[in-house]
């Protein structure tokens, strides 16, 4: 008996998510959208470590994350 197939998630899947994220719908995530996030989802509030994603993760440093930004960032997880 075969195991079925892990669940992939799509493109569309992650713009959603994005989406859903960018809570005031201006196409980016800030630092203290990111904050909120992690504090809901995870239960994580470590500023610095949660600073330090973000900056690496915001690789034309503007202070946002853009949704090309976030793909590269899920990639490389």
Partial sequence: MSTPPAH?????????SFR???????G???LEQAMEILK???KL?????IEAKFQ????????RISFE???????ES
């Fill in 8 to 16: 992939r998630t799509t493109v569309s899947e992650l713009e959603r």
């Fill in 20 to 26: 859903s994220y960018d809570n005031d719908g201006d």
């Fill in 28 to 30: 980016a995530i800030t």
């Fill in 40 to 42: 809901e989802t995870v």
């Fill in 45 to 49: 509030t470590d500023r610095e470590m």
């Fill in 56 to 63: 690496s993760t915001d690789t034309n440093h503007d202070g």
């Fill in 69 to 75: 930004e976030f793909m590269n960032m899920i990639k």
